[in-house]
């Protein structure tokens, strides 16, 4: 054998090149990852930017309880291990009738909705993506406030799909703009591209903002009205709808639908008990079920069942109402403490606001139009790097302006900061605050 015969073709060809689909570029480089990974390296770092829940109001005690109840019984325990079904356990999507007729303050006759149209999700995450899904084919148009929850803006992305802003103030969406919008699009032959409208009804992540009443049954009104060539649904993000501090107690968007056929309301006991089961769900309408549960069969025919049936019992033993009252008032001084530290290091600043929350995790805070608030920005630099604190910045929660389709998106303001109360405590939140206001100070000396 001659010596080029014996070299292996294998090492003198160059590999060929990785060809990734359309669908990771469209879901690629999200902001998510990269406050994520900010967070791992910089330990020091304050982080006013989680929106994760409080590790010390977690219900341990609760869990235990409910674990052991499960896994008592060895064929209710069996039962537990085994897989589920697509839509999820019977026994927690009863639970969830009577949780949802407390919610909506009726009887769960008058819900008007049966137990197989509650699906059981991974997080209410799995749901928002999988209506996304099983709606929008790319260049589909979502119609979102502005701002709105930025990874939902990264699932829209990542379908492909074209989320229209529409714009807001302190009562939520505003309904007149909304109409002007489905009148613009449909002017351009785009209305039949328009699917849904994606909501966050109350405290609203990131602005703390809520849709307010009227708006409420207007908007249920506005979709039924330009549902023409094809139904355009509405997606309400209830994922805040238990973390109520003060203020009225609003009705959902979903009870103002009495069709029980346009609104698709996604909870979630991601903030309200543990994120770390993953449970979430949706109550849906009944043409949306199979679809929905065809696409999810796809994904993982089936959440956590162990999980389900654990969450089943929190319920049944009463432990959820005891827990979510406890979590309100811990966060409720949280908040307080966000606004209190708000009002002793940043009052004295020219320009800069904030908004006071009745709920939720987040404070939603306005710089002068000067200061960028960006990754790149000289603020958040000096904020991470000197002052060691972090924050989110406000223009990932607009739709961006660059790839626009439709180029009917406006330029994303590049001055909001969203600042979490979730995770530190009020000594932290207070440290945090008064680190911000010098970053913030240091920038506005120099701009
Ligand atoms: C507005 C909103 N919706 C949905 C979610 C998803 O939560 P999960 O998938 O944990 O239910 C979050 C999480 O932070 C959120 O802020």
Redesign the pocket.
């Known amino acids: 054998m001659s010596s080029s015969q014996s070299v292996s073709p294998q090492k003198t060809r160059t590999s060929p090149p990785v060809v990734l689909s359309r669908r990771w570029h469209w879901a690629s480089r999200q902001a998510i990852s990269f406050l994520m990974q900010q967070a791992v390296e910089n330990p020091d770092v304050i982080s006013l930017a989680a929106?994760l829940v409080d590790p010390v109001t977690l219900p341990v005690e609760e869990t235990q309880s409910a674990v052991a109840d499960l896994l008592r019984d060895p064929a209710v325990a069996r039962h537990a291990l085994q897989y589920g079904t697509t839509a999820g356990s019977l026994r927690l999507r009863e639970q969830l009738l009577k949780y949802l007729a407390r919610l909506e303050k009726c009887s769960v006759k008058d819900l008007g909705l049966e137990s197989e149209q509650i699906v059981l999700t991974?997080?209410?995450?799995?749901l928002?993506s999988l209506v996304g899904e099983i709606l929008l084919d790319p260049e589909d148009i979502c119609l979102v406030a502005a701002p709105t929850?930025f990874?939902?803006l990264g699932t829209l992305n990542g379908l492909g799909a074209q989320a229209v802003a529409v714009k807001t103030d302190q009562d939520g969406m505003c309904m007149d703009a909304l109409e002007q919008k489905l009148a613009e699009l449909e002017s351009q032959g785009k209305l039949d591209r328009v699917k849904l409208i994606y909501l966050?009804s109350y405290y609203?992540?990131p602005s703390g903002l809520s849709l307010s009443a009227e708006r409420r049954e207007r908007v249920v009104d506005i979709a039924g009205r330009w549902s023409k060539n094809q139904k355009i649904f509405i997606l309400e993000?209830t994922?805040?709808r238990e973390l109520h501090y003060d203020g009225p107690v609003l009705p959902s968007v979903w009870s103002f639908d009495e069709s029980r056929e346009s609104v698709i309301q996604?909870l979630?006991f991601?903030?309200s008990y543990s994120?770390g089961l993953?449970v979430?769900f949706g109550a849906v309408p009944k043409s949306l079920v199979t679809p929905i549960c065809d696409r999810k069969g796809n994904e993982d025919f089936g959440s956590a069942n162990f999980n389900q049936n654990l969450l089943a019992i929190v319920h049944e033993q009463g432990l959820f109402e005891t827990h979510v009252e406890m979590l309100r008032n811990s966060y409720r001084e949280k908040r307080d403490a966000m606004l209190a530290a708000a009002d002793d290091y940043f009052s004295g600043l020219d320009g800069v606001d904030w908004v006071h929350p009745h709920g939720g995790l987040y404070v939603w805070m306005t710089l002068p139009e000067e200061i960028e608030t960006s990754f790149e920005s000289e603020l958040f630099q000096r904020a991470a790097q000197v002052d060691e604190v972090m924050y989110v910045p406000g223009e990932l929660c607009y739709p961006s302006a660059t790839d626009s389709m439709t180029g009917v998106n406006a330029s994303p303001p590049t001055n909001h900061m969203r600042l979490s109360f979730g995770v530190q405590t009020p000594e932290g939140i207070d440290e945090g605050m008064r680190r911000l206001a010098s970053a913030v100070r240091f920038t506005l000396d120099r701009s």
């Open positions: 929106g991974t997080g209410s995450q799995q928002l929850y990874v939902f966050v609203e992540n993000d994922a805040y996604a979630t991601s903030k994120p993953r979430g």
